[in-house]
């Protein structure tokens, strides 16, 4: 079973940080956090993953907080091609990826 | 560098049919895995090979099976096709897994309808 809650969906209006909040109270130590996205009727896209200190790319900035019970995924300038269904998945090394329900973001013009 | 390559994209076939699926992952990389997609139950594991040999495997009946080759290239087959089985089929590669903490990489999927 998925390791995380997310809530089924939000709006973010285009332009604006999308703030996606994952929540994974349950995690252990060695437990890494990552994020995936899925446009529609593609496969799964990586964005970022992170073990507990906060990690930037050119997507996109993982928040984990300092209890590790929590991180937030921040799109800084959300766009239309952002409209995706986002997974939160907490793994560790020598399991396999599960994936939960995700987040369907809805990015309005 | 080319991505992950599934084979075919759509793919229409009768219960009580075999069918069989090709990925083809990125050069260098040595594990493929492969995920179930349908609406009611979401993105499920099937199975991860690593340098040819089942590493992980998911909750699924033995009707669904898989195999790797000396390339990394992978294939599953699912027999005596039922109904629920149509499904999006994904394929993703890594270099080597579940054995690291980096990412998978997807393929656009092999889409299954059973009629």
């Known amino acids: 079973d998925a390791k995380t809650t997310q809530p089924p969906s939000m709006d973010c209006a285009e332009g604006r940080a999308a703030n996606l909040p994952c929540n994974h109270s349950t995690i252990s130590g060695n437990e890494y956090v990552y994020w995936y996205r899925q446009i529609h009727s593609q496969g799964p896209q990586y964005i970022i993953h992170g073990l507990k200190n906060n990690e930037t790319n050119e997507m996109a900035s993982l928040i984990i907080t300092e209890d590790r019970k929590s991180s937030t995924l921040i799109l800084p300038h959300a766009t239309l091609r952002d409209t995706a269904v986002y997974y939160c998945?907490?793994?560790?090394?020598?399991?396999?990826?599960?994936f939960g329900p995700g987040t369907r973001l809805s990015v309005l013009p | 560098k080319a991505g992950v390559t599934q084979t075919p994209r759509y793919l229409i076939k009768t219960r009580g049919q075999q069918v069989t699926l090709s990925c083809s992952p990125i050069?260098?990389?040595?594990?493929v895995s492969w995920y179930q997609q349908t609406p009611g139950q979401g993105l499920q594991f099937l199975f991860e090979?690593?340098?040819?040999?089942?590493?992980n495997k998911g909750n699924f009946p033995g009707r669904f099976s898989g195999r790797q080759f000396s390339n990394s290239r992978s294939e599953m087959n699912v027999s005596t096709l039922e109904l629920g089985d149509s499904a999006l089929y994904l394929c993703?590669?890594?270099?080597?897994?579940?054995?690291?903490?980096?990412?998978?990489?997807f393929g656009e999927g092999s889409r299954l309808t059973v009629l």
């Open positions: 998945i907490v793994r560790v090394y020598g399991q396999n990826f599960v």
């Open positions: 090979y690593f340098s040819e040999t089942q590493r």
């Open positions: 050069s260098g990389h040595r594990s």
């Open positions: 993703a590669s890594s270099p080597l897994g579940s054995l690291n903490t980096g990412e998978l990489f």
